[in-house]
């Protein structure tokens, strides 16, 4: 069969690759498009990873100055003042001084106890306390992972010595340990939930504190909150009653000018008098349809703001009943490795891997057509079985198999024989099908 397609000079090179003699063994077509795609891959998570880290670290810091700033009030609150045992006692000397001024000597009742000795902070400044100290330790508790994964980011595109394929692996196996720790997802979901659990537990903590100030500031506070957290929630006012509020307002002002002229022209007759007074009643039920509104606004806000913290405290608690599983699958993965370690992967098995890497992602035809190739080169049943382990590699398989002409539509027009090249695709892919998952049926 014909493996080569014919491309005019400045079209794109298409080139159905031979099956090697053995895997791997292809001059090295196979691996420069998995170092491509590996490389853009890798590129692609790092540089979001290191956005949404820079930018984590960025808010962290801002949020944790605010939380310290607040808590550098409320914990004085925790302790008497001093002033009050201050003024104590200098009310007692005045009392002294007074007497020996006036030459009593009546006995003057010495006070059983300073202020401070009978204080007992309020139930309410505890709570404060403590939520604003849990959010904070929140905002350092994300601050502190997110500079470990940025760590971790610096370290997984560290190149090491050696050649190209020992950078190769080194680099897969990078991939490998971040699959299994989970690192992507630690750093895109649970750092942002553990960062946004502290930012709502600072909310309800500062409505809280401004209640203990003065509870008209706090429900300001609160519906302030409420209405931009639920702002997707809350509609415009009706456009019908807007308009017709608009045209009763245009045609009280047209009026109200039309009256100003006859004012002015001293045309005050019994009938003009009548006639303004009837554009003001007119004007009156647009402004009780207003103030309507305002009052069902101020209604479904304070509304809102009571169904969102209970969304609020209710997320929290999900999370918080989630967090103690979390951290029990971590250090449970944790002890078993550090009991029992983890075997080293094969040069072999880490071809494998890179094969079930580039079959999973690439849509590239020339990369998949060489990863074809050199599943047919593939000799050995557990490597063969090891790649047919993944449903995904099955599912590309069949799909490619069943359209071979899928992706290469970026190829029409430059001279290429696109049903040759689709007959002489969907045969390499065939033998490559068919080699994968009878072979390990044979023992």
């Known amino acids: 069969m014909n493996f080569a397609a014919q491309n005019p000079p400045h079209g794109p090179i298409l080139e159905v690759p031979q099956p090697p003699e053995e895997f791997c063994k292809d001059g090295g077509k196979f691996y420069r498009c998995y170092d491509a795609l590996a490389d853009e891959l890798d590129e692609d998570m790092v540089k979001g990873l290191k956005e949404q880290l820079d930018g984590m670290l960025i808010f962290a810091g801002l949020f944790a100055g605010v939380n310290s700033a607040f808590l550098a009030l409320t914990l004085p609150l925790l302790s008497a003042d001093p002033a009050d045992d201050t003024n104590a006692l ?57 500079v470990i994964g940025r760590q971790w980011l610096v370290y997984y595109r560290k190149r090491g010595g050696g050649g190209t394929d020992r950078q190769r692996w080194e680099q897969l196996k990078r991939f490998l340990g971040a699959e299994r720790w989970r690192l992507e997802p630690i750093l895109d979901d649970v750092l942002p939930s553990i960062l946004q659990m502290g930012l709502i537990i600072f909310c309800a ?84 349809a207003r103030l309507r509104d305002v009052a069902l606004y101020i209604s479904i806000v304070v509304t809102q703001s009571k169904s969102l913290l209970t969304g609020l405290l209710r997320k929290l608690r999900d999370q918080v009943k989630a967090l103690p599983q979390k951290l029990h699958d971590l250090v449970k993965l944790l002890l078993h490795a550090l009991r029992h370690g983890r075997e080293q992967e094969t040069v072999n098995a880490l071809q494998v891997i890179a094969l079930q890497r580039t079959i999973c992602i690439s849509d590239e035809p020339l990369t998949l057509m060489n990863a074809f190739a050199n599943i047919v080169a593939i000799n050995d049943y557990d ?36 049903r040759e090249t689709e007959l002489d695709i969907g045969r390499l892919a065939c033998s490559a099908f068919a080699h994968a998952f009878s072979s390990p049926n044979r023992d």
């Open 383 to 418: 490597s063969l079985a090891q790649l047919c382990s993944v449903e995904l590699v099955q599912q590309r398989m069949q799909q490619i198999v069943s359209d071979p002409l899928w992706g290469l539509e970026q190829f029409r027009g430059y001279g290429i024989n696109l």
């Open 90 to 146: 200098l009310a007692q000397n005045n009392a002294i001084l007074l007497q020996f001024l006036s030459g009593r000597n009546d006995t003057i009742p010495a006070q059983a106890a300073l202020p401070s000795a009978g204080f007992s902070p309020a139930r309410d400044i505890l709570t404060i306390n403590a939520l604003f100290s849990l959010s904070l330790a929140f905002a350092i508790i994300s601050s502190f992972l997110a």
């Open 205 to 288: 903590s500062l409505t809280l504190y401004l209640r203990h100030l003065n509870p008209s500031i706090s429900i300001i506070v609160g519906s302030s909150i409420a209405r931009i957290s639920s702002d997707n929630f809350l509609g415009c006012p009706d456009k019908d009653s807007r308009a017709k509020h608009d045209i009763d307002d245009n045609t009280f002002t047209t009026d109200n000018n039309t009256d100003l002229n006859y004012s002015e022209s001293r045309l005050e007759t019994p009938r003009t008098r009548f006639s303004r007074l009837s554009h003001l009643f007119r004007w009156v039920p647009s402004l009780i």
